[in-house]
């Protein structure tokens, strides 16, 4: 099961963040179809925040079709995103680890590293290598 982490000080609206993690989780296979989020109230005991938050984060995900809310049993997750096989993910993610670990060597901070990351992200994608998921109007 996923666990939310709040950022207060982030600028980002509470309930997207919500949304943006439960995404991440989806693209990162940690969630799959069938799971079930933590209802309303785990959510807010674990981050004190307002419950009509985290129903608000689960119905603009219900309405993007990536969960479900099942009356008296919760909200599951019926939808998947990004592509590539799990297997393919492990592999990339273990690269990516040793390259940010490069970076870190020669000096690079976080933000350095994030913005380095889009910009070859963003010429990619420039360059007329749109990902599916680019496609679809779920890109950066």
Known sequence: ??????DRRSGV?????????TK????????EPGDRLPTAREVVE??????NTVLK???ELEREGLVEARRGLGTFITGRLGGGGQA????????LTQWVARARTVGLEQDDITALF????????RAGHDSPAHDKGEGA
Request: charged content about 25%; cysteine-free; proline content about 2%.
């Open 88 to 95: 393919d993910r492990a592999t990339l993610r273990d690269e």
């Open 24 to 31: 991440q989780a989806l693209r990162l296979g940690l969630l």
């Open 13 to 21: 609206a509470t309930y997207l963040q919500i949304v943006q993690q």
């Open 118 to 125: 889009s910009s070859v992200v963003d010429k990619h994608d």
């Open 57 to 59: 984060a689960y119905r």
């Open 46 to 51: 674990a981050t004190a925040i307002n419950p």
């Open 1 to 6: 099961m996923v666990e939310f982490r709040i």
